[in-house]
Nanobody
Framework: QVQLVESGGDLVQSGGSLRLSCTAS????????MGWYRQAPGKQREMVATITSGGSTNYADSVKGRFTISRDNAKNTLYLQMNSLKPEDTAAYYCNAKQTLWGKIDNVWGQGTQVTVSS
């Protein structure tokens, strides 16, 4: 059974920090590219940060220098360390796992965890 479970979302003050976790099961975790996406009310879901199976990272311009994505393959877990949080970071954050096999892309999504930043 394939499953991604996010945790760590909370209500925090502007300037504070939060660490999100995503634990995967039912997939060969080390072979998947992983990512964090977020969606605020009235907006489309956007990429926040991604990390390849080889460890290469990519960040949205809005979070560069503040957020850090990492993975622990031994624990089948993806992390997002969020520092210097701003009210505009408020959104539901989703974990994603992706693998391309024989030209076909497999995608797995978690249920999301809410992050709310107060001013």
């Amino acid at each position: 059974q394939v499953q991604l479970v996010e945790s760590g979302g909370d209500l925090v003050q502007s300037g504070g920090s939060l660490r999100l976790s995503c634990t995967a099961s039912g997939i060969i975790f080390r072979n998947y590219a992983m990512g964090w996406y977020r969606q605020a009310p009235g907006k489309q879901r956007e990429m926040v940060a991604t990390i390849t199976s080889g460890g290469s990272t990519n960040y949205a311009d809005s979070v560069k220098g503040r957020f850090t994505i990492s993975r622990d393959n031994a624990k089948n877990t993806l992390y997002l360390q969020m520092n210097s949080l701003k009210p505009e970071d408020t959104a539901a954050y989703y974990c994603n796992a992706k693998q391309t096999l024989w030209g076909k892309i497999d995608n797995v999504w978690g249920q999301g965890t809410q992050v709310t930043v107060s001013s």
